[in-house]
């Protein structure tokens, strides 16, 4: 065998560790009754749940809570995801200042006593210069 | 009146500049097949040359009219309306040129044809088979700006920036009344854009994409007319120069996110800057390889293919970024413009026709039977440029997550992935392997180049790896490094400086112009080490002790507790401990434009809606008085500037201004650091959190007290004090007059450690009563002066409060960040020195080319200085 060739090998074998390290990392997008189900199972993956902010008849957001005289890095609301599952979700972060104004939030994280922990949150928000184009925020928590 | 010319005659030259390139590249690709005779090639190169000239006359057309319509305010124009404004200083409106999809491509467009005439006139030999690939790329990039529908088919081709707004918002009523409605101001260019940085980072980084064609032209040109070798001396300069360019555009769009977003870094791993980093390091990999091709037909195989590679890549990192494949997973990916199908085939159309080409030519390319030694040059370039393909393939295939899913559904299933959680983390897992190893085969194969190294003589390298190994070990016992990565990578990184370095000084010695790869692979070392320190010891200043915020919270008070306060917050002049530092929020301040520094909000009145400001007092700075009072001055109205105070334990005080902005395009508020430089680390400043401050306060229902003189109340847990009754003789916007009378009321409020006094003033005026009251910020309280009782002695005031402003901010220290800017100038002048110098080399080749019956063969010319 040439050397060329074991070379050769070696780059194909380094790619396709490459390849299944990726998918071993890549996330998924799940709803919260598959979270719950996963933390039940000790499954640790952090997990993408897409959902809608609880609002009121007036569109006020209902149960968000921050108080940053009290404490800037904790910030809590409710999710609803898209079979309609609510969840209390914590982000242990500054409020994103876009919050309220987003239609539709991702959030990165994972379940922990019954809590959402989102550890990054993701923003839709409608454009205020066109109507029909949404644009994306993006909020990490800092590493805890 | 709507100016309709200039918008016909730039949609016009759009479709020439299309029309000629389609033809050009016919024309060029005539010329450049053989078994023509020579006189019919040289018919169909000059015409397919003038061709080539009118479509770049016609691409300047239309770079001057989309200029003349945004730089004369034509807001007629949707594109001029939709990206800038009158207010717009005019270094941004340059700017606002690029801003949108169409504009950046135009902008691609342009810097082709400015390379594609440089190469016609420097490189005659190559001119038909390098312009046919030259001209069908423009083609293909004028389509995406044309903007016509073909009719019957209802198929849209391209988008023009030449529309009017009428026939992009025909439904707006507006027109309903007035057909000729014309806006009279823009939309305006995103305020986070302007920004010096974004008025070059877009053209270099334009301009390497532009140059990563050059390459790509010569390999198949190569492969074309069978010059399987020469192509490689031609396309080499080109190769490097466009490796300096873009490896500048990727950095100056890091400076500028350090500079202006408040992720705490320069690089966040985002799509968007990923797909233009593969593409460089492929590139990279490339020049090395094309280096060796001169006489090793293996690598020359391997260059073809990362030529292509390079060039291919740049046209996915495009489809990719606009066709709004990454719409949820980027930040900052353009939205879809309609085009993806168009980018598609475009990207598709190259794919398939230059791996056709190289397959098709395969089996005549030359291959070496022979062993490559371990020992030799060759390998350790290999081992380089395979390194950084591997890097670039593990960056492009976590990128390519939300096209998988796309992939997916085209196929009818879901696959549902998303890019991983961490993804910082992910990609620095693998990239800082790769990089510890590509650093270390730097200095290693730069002794096996210059021979310093080889077969029998390894020795050479133990003195350079002892020195590194006694500086590494030093810096790891100094810094206190545990992690064992970043013992790794740091020890690779003193290698190839000290490997490279002592390289660099025989060199010098002998002829400083091979000295391009020795310079350029110290920077690469110096920014590794730059950036493993900024990022791997980042560390939160801004760690709240003061014991003040404790969540009430269950959750909160558990487990992480303490390591999660990383912001803290400022109550307006109210001093907190941060660390050694006392920090204290002074002021909001305001931008003015022609007026160094920032003026505190309260000295002017931002009108609304409006670039402009009145001023409340006259506005002197630095001793020199600007304005008067009741002057209107010009200011940036999204920008507002925090004034924070620093002091230091030994007493000094410096203030950082981190900044806010008002974007209603970024979804609300948006905050950018400021940055206090130091020698050996960056603090790094930014507000995350801020009350509104265009917002009005909401007060609380007003409560009133009557009181005596030297009484005592209580206001919002504050103890105040009647101290006096005074007469006064001026009174803030009123002007007393002859009989008029006036008093204000002198209210100490004790804080806990500071003492504010108010004075609200009550006017009698012409029998009228005037109240003027006094807001204290600092307090978040209003206080009315309401009434005088003649009878009883008692003073009646009105008291409002509100929520007190603060500010909740994060401090970070960034060390040794310097030493990565170090090294990019290091990196960028050593790019440059290899630049000059291959150019050089090709210019003599092409000379002596060029001079008919020179006597000696071709073959022999080689010059075999080898240098990398």
Same mark, same amino acid.
């Given at each position: 065998?040439?050397?060329?060739?074991?070379?050769?090998?070696?780059?194909?074998?380094?790619?396709?560790?490459?390849?299944?390290?990726?998918?071993?990392?890549?996330?998924?997008?799940?709803?919260?009754?598959?979270?719950?189900?996963?933390?039940?199972?000790?499954?640790?993956?952090?997990?993408?749940?897409?959902?809608?902010?609880?609002?009121?008849?007036?569109?006020?957001?209902?149960?968000?809570?921050?108080?940053?005289?009290?404490?800037?890095?904790?910030?809590?609301?409710?999710?609803?995801?898209?079979?309609?599952?609510?969840?209390?979700?914590?982000?242990?972060?500054?409020?994103?200042?876009?919050?309220?104004?987003?239609?539709?939030?991702?959030?990165?994280?994972?379940?922990?006593?019954?809590?959402?922990?989102?550890?990054?949150?993701?923003?839709?928000?409608?454009?205020?210069?066109?109507?029909?184009?949404?644009?994306?925020?993006?909020?990490?928590?800092?590493?805890? | 009146?709507?100016?309709?010319?200039?918008?016909?005659?730039?949609?016009?030259?759009?479709?020439?500049?299309?029309?000629?390139?389609?033809?050009?590249?016919?024309?060029?690709?005539?010329?450049?097949?053989?078994?023509?005779?020579?006189?019919?090639?040289?018919?169909?190169?000059?015409?397919?040359?003038?061709?080539?000239?009118?479509?770049?006359?016609?691409?300047?057309?239309?770079?001057?009219?989309?200029?003349?319509?945004?730089?004369?305010?034509?807001?007629?124009?949707?594109?001029?309306?939709?990206?800038?404004?009158?207010?717009?200083?005019?270094?941004?409106?340059?700017?606002?040129?690029?801003?949108?999809?169409?504009?950046?491509?135009?902008? =691609?467009?342009?810097?082709?044809?400015?390379?594609?005439?440089?190469?016609?006139?420097?490189?005659?030999?190559?001119?038909?088979?390098?312009?046919?690939?030259?001209?069908?790329?423009?083609?293909?990039?004028?389509?995406?700006?044309?903007?016509?529908?073909?009719?019957?088919?209802?198929?849209?081709?391209?988008?023009?920036?030449?529309?009017?707004?009428?026939?992009?918002?025909?439904?707006?009523?507006?027109?309903?009344?007035?057909?000729?409605?014309?806006?009279?101001?823009?939309?305006?260019?995103?305020?986070?854009?302007?920004?010096?940085?974004?008025?070059?980072?877009?053209?270099?980084?334009?301009?390497?994409?532009?140059?990563?064609?050059?390459?790509?032209?010569?390999?198949?040109?190569?492969?074309?007319?069978?010059?399987?070798?020469?192509?490689?001396?031609?396309?080499?300069?080109?190769?490097?120069?466009?490796?300096?360019?873009?490896?500048?555009?990727?950095?100056?769009?890091?400076? =500028?996110?350090?500079?202006?977003?408040?992720?705490?870094?320069?690089?966040?791993?985002?799509?968007?800057?990923?797909?233009?980093?593969?593409?460089?390091?492929?590139?990279?990999?490339?020049?090395?390889?094309?280096?060796?091709?001169?006489?090793?037909?293996?690598?020359?195989?391997?260059?073809?293919?990362?030529?292509?590679?390079?060039?291919?890549?740049?046209?996915?990192?495009?489809?990719?970024?606009?066709?709004?494949?990454?719409?949820?997973?980027?930040?900052?990916?353009?939205?879809?413009?309609?085009?993806?199908?168009?980018?598609?085939?475009?990207?598709?159309?190259?794919?398939?026709?230059?791996?056709?080409?190289?397959?098709?030519?395969?089996?005549?390319?030359?291959?070496?039977?022979?062993?490559?030694?371990?020992?030799?040059?060759?390998?350790?370039?290999?081992?380089?440029?395979?390194?950084?393909?591997?890097?670039?393939?593990?960056?492009?295939?976590?990128?390519?997550?939300?096209?998988?899913?796309?992939?997916?559904?085209?196929?009818?299933?879901?696959?549902?992935?998303?890019?991983?959680?961490?993804?910082?983390?992910?990609?620095?897992?693998?990239?800082?392997?790769?990089?510890?190893?590509?650093?270390?085969?730097?200095?290693?194969?730069?002794?096996?180049?210059?021979?310093?190294?080889?077969?029998?003589?390894?020795?050479?390298?133990?003195?350079?790896?002892?020195?590194?190994?006694?500086?590494?070990?030093?810096?790891?016992?100094?810094?206190?490094?545990?992690?064992?990565?970043?013992?790794?990578?740091?020890?690779?990184?003193?290698?190839?400086?000290?490997?490279?370095?002592?390289?660099?000084?025989?060199?010098?010695?002998?002829?400083?112009?091979?000295?391009?790869?020795?310079?350029?692979?110290?920077?690469?070392?110096?920014?590794?080490?730059?950036?493993?320190?900024?990022?791997?010891?980042?560390?939160?200043?801004?760690?709240?002790?003061?014991?003040?915020?404790?969540?009430?919270?269950?959750?909160?008070?558990?487990?992480?507790?303490?390591?999660?306060?990383?912001?803290?917050?400022?109550?307006?002049?109210?001093?907190?401990?941060?660390?050694?530092?006392?920090?204290? =929020?002074?002021?909001?301040?305001?931008?003015?434009?022609?007026?160094?520094?920032?003026?505190?909000?309260?000295?002017?009145?931002?009108?609304?809606?409006?670039?402009?400001?009145?001023?409340?007092?006259?506005?002197?700075?630095?001793?020199?008085?600007?304005?008067?009072?009741?002057?209107?001055?010009?200011?940036?109205?999204?920008?507002?500037?925090?004034?924070?105070?620093?002091?230091?334990?030994?007493?000094?005080?410096?203030?950082?201004?981190?900044?806010?902005?008002?974007?209603?395009?970024?979804?609300?508020?948006?905050?950018?650091?400021?940055?206090?430089?130091?020698?050996?680390?960056?603090?790094?400043?930014?507000?995350?959190?801020?009350?509104?401050?265009?917002?009005?306060?909401?007060?609380?229902?007003?409560?009133?007290?009557?009181?005596?003189?030297?009484?005592?109340?209580?206001?919002?847990?504050?103890?105040?004090?009647?101290?006096?009754?005074?007469?006064?003789?001026?009174?803030?916007?009123?002007?007393?007059?002859?009989?008029?009378?006036?008093?204000?009321?002198?209210?100490?409020?004790?804080?806990?450690?500071?003492?504010?006094?108010?004075?609200?003033?009550?006017?009698?005026?012409?029998?009228?009563?005037?109240?003027?009251?006094?807001?204290?910020?600092?307090?978040?309280?209003?206080?009315?002066?309401?009434?005088?009782?003649?009878?009883?002695?008692?003073?009646?005031?009105?008291?409002?409060?509100?929520?007190?402003?603060?500010?909740?901010?994060?401090?970070?220290?960034?060390?040794?960040?310097?030493?990565?800017?170090?090294?990019?100038?290091?990196?960028?002048?050593?790019?440059?020195?290899?630049?000059?110098?291959?150019?050089?080399?090709?210019?003599?080749?092409?000379?002596?080319?060029?001079?008919?019956?020179?006597?000696?063969?071709?073959?022999?010319?080689?010059?075999?200085?080898?240098?990398?």
């Amino acid at each position: 065998m040439k050397k060329i060739q074991i070379f050769g090998l070696i780059i194909i074998a380094v790619a396709i560790g490459i390849i299944v390290s990726t998918a071993g990392d890549a996330s998924t997008y799940v709803d919260f009754t598959k979270a719950r189900e996963m933390a039940q199972d000790g499954d640790a993956e952090s997990i993408h749940v897409v959902g809608k902010l609880k609002k009121d008849g007036s569109g006020q957001i209902m149960d968000m809570v921050y108080q940053p005289e009290l404490d800037p890095n904790f910030f809590t609301f409710t999710l609803v995801d898209n079979e309609n599952v609510e969840q209390k979700v914590v982000y242990k972060n500054t409020k994103p200042q876009d919050f309220d104004k987003s239609e539709q939030v991702v959030v990165v994280g994972k379940m922990k006593n019954g809590a959402f922990v989102a550890d990054k949150i993701l923003m839709k928000c409608p454009s205020k210069y066109d109507d029909t184009k949404m644009e994306t925020t993006e909020h990490t928590a800092a590493k805890s | 009146m709507i100016h309709t010319t200039i918008g016909s005659a730039g949609h016009l030259l759009v479709i020439i500049a299309f029309v000629t390139a389609v033809v050009a590249t016919f024309a060029y690709f005539k010329a450049g097949i053989a078994g023509s005779t020579v006189e019919e090639s040289q018919t169909w190169k000059r015409f397919a040359r003038t061709l080539f000239y009118l479509h770049v006359a016609a691409v300047l057309g239309v770079v001057f009219s989309l200029y003349w319509i945004i730089g004369n305010h034509y807001f007629e124009y949707h594109y001029a309306w939709k990206n800038s404004s009158l207010s717009l200083p005019t270094g941004y409106t340059i700017s606002s040129f690029w801003q949108d999809q169409e504009g950046s491509f135009l902008l =691609w467009i342009f810097w082709n044809v400015v390379l594609g005439c440089i190469l016609i006139l420097t490189n005659r030999s190559w001119e038909a088979p390098v312009m046919a690939v030259f001209a069908l790329v423009q083609a293909f990039l004028t389509s995406m700006i044309l903007g016509v529908v073909i009719p019957g088919l209802d198929l849209k081709i391209g988008s023009t920036p030449f529309l009017l707004l009428k026939e992009v918002m025909p439904d707006l009523p507006v027109y309903a009344m007035d057909p000729n409605f014309i806006p009279k101001d823009g939309k305006g260019l995103n305020p986070l854009l302007q920004n010096y940085w974004m008025v070059i980072h877009p053209p270099t980084l334009f301009l390497g994409f532009a140059t990563t064609l050059i390459p790509f032209s010569f390999a198949i040109a190569g492969l074309w007319t069978k010059k399987i070798q020469d192509w490689v001396r031609p396309a080499l300069p080109w190769s490097l120069l466009s490796a300096m360019i873009l490896g500048v555009g990727i950095l100056m769009g890091a400076y =500028w996110a350090y500079e202006t977003l408040n992720f705490g870094g320069y690089w966040n791993w985002d799509p968007v800057e990923n797909s233009s980093f593969v593409p460089w390091l492929v590139l990279v990999a490339a020049i090395h390889t094309m280096i060796i091709a001169r006489k090793n037909p293996t690598a020359l195989k391997t260059s073809f293919i990362l030529a292509i590679a390079t060039f291919i890549l740049v046209l996915y990192s495009t489809f990719m970024t606009r066709s709004g494949v990454l719409g949820s997973a980027s930040v900052h990916s353009f939205t879809d413009l309609g085009l993806s199908g168009q980018l598609l085939v475009y990207l598709l159309t190259f794919t398939l026709a230059s791996i056709g080409l190289l397959v098709y030519r395969w089996k005549s390319l030359p291959s070496d039977e022979e062993e490559v030694s371990t020992y030799s040059q060759e390998f350790w370039i290999f081992i380089g440029a395979t390194l950084l393909c591997l890097s670039g393939f593990q960056i492009i295939a976590t990128t390519s997550i939300p096209v998988y899913n796309k992939i997916a559904e085209a196929f009818g299933t879901v696959l549902n992935m998303a890019l991983p959680a961490d993804q910082i983390g992910h990609y620095n897992k693998f990239q800082l392997w790769f990089f510890s190893l590509i650093t270390i085969v730097t200095g290693v194969g730069q002794y096996f180049w210059w021979k310093r190294a080889g077969k029998d003589k390894l020795q050479s390298l133990y003195n350079p790896l002892l020195l590194a190994l006694l500086i590494a070990a030093a810096i790891i016992t100094y810094q206190g490094i545990r992690d064992i990565q970043y013992i790794v990578l740091l020890t690779a990184g003193v290698f190839a400086v000290v490997a490279n370095g002592s390289i660099l000084f025989d060199i010098f010695r002998g002829n400083y112009k091979l000295s391009g790869g020795a310079v350029t692979h110290i920077g690469v070392a110096l920014m590794l080490i730059g950036i493993l320190f900024s990022s791997g010891y980042t560390k939160v200043v801004s760690i709240n002790n003061s014991g003040l915020m404790i969540s009430r919270s269950d959750e909160f008070t558990k487990d992480d507790n303490k390591e999660n306060k990383e912001n803290i917050t400022l109550w307006l002049n109210k001093p907190e401990k941060m660390g050694d530092y006392m920090l204290t =929020w002074r002021d909001v301040r305001v931008e003015p434009r022609h007026i160094p520094g920032y003026l505190p909000k309260s000295w002017v009145d931002i009108i609304e809606g409006d670039y402009h400001a009145v001023a409340l007092r006259d506005i002197v700075v630095d001793g020199k008085q600007y304005n008067a009072k009741g002057d209107t001055l010009e200011i940036f109205p999204e920008n507002f500037y925090y004034d924070i105070e620093y002091r230091e334990p030994s007493g000094r005080i410096f203030n950082l201004f981190p900044r806010v902005q008002i974007n209603p395009a970024m979804g609300g508020i948006v905050s950018s650091p400021d940055i206090q430089r130091k020698v050996n680390k960056d603090l790094y400043t930014y507000v995350s959190m801020v009350t509104n401050p265009t917002a009005e306060p909401v007060w609380s229902q007003t409560e009133s007290f009557t009181v005596n003189l030297r009484d005592t109340f209580f206001v919002n847990d504050y103890v105040a004090i009647l101290d006096n009754v005074v007469r006064t003789e001026q009174v803030e916007g009123v002007t007393l007059g002859e009989g008029d009378a006036a008093v204000k009321a002198i209210i100490r409020v004790l804080d806990k450690d500071k003492e504010y006094v108010i004075t609200p003033s009550f006017v009698i005026r012409n029998r009228m009563v005037a109240r003027k009251p006094e807001v204290s910020n600092d307090l978040g309280m209003r206080i009315q002066f309401q009434e005088i009782n003649p009878q009883t002695g008692q003073f009646t005031f009105n008291v409002n409060t509100t929520q007190r402003d603060f500010i909740v901010m994060k401090a970070i220290e960034k060390p040794l960040i310097n030493v990565l800017w170090m090294g990019t100038f290091v990196l960028v002048i050593g790019f440059i020195m290899a630049t000059v110098r291959r150019f050089r080399d090709f210019v003599k080749m092409r000379n002596k080319e060029n001079k008919p019956a020179g006597g000696k063969s071709k073959g022999k010319m080689r010059v075999e200085v080898a240098d990398l």
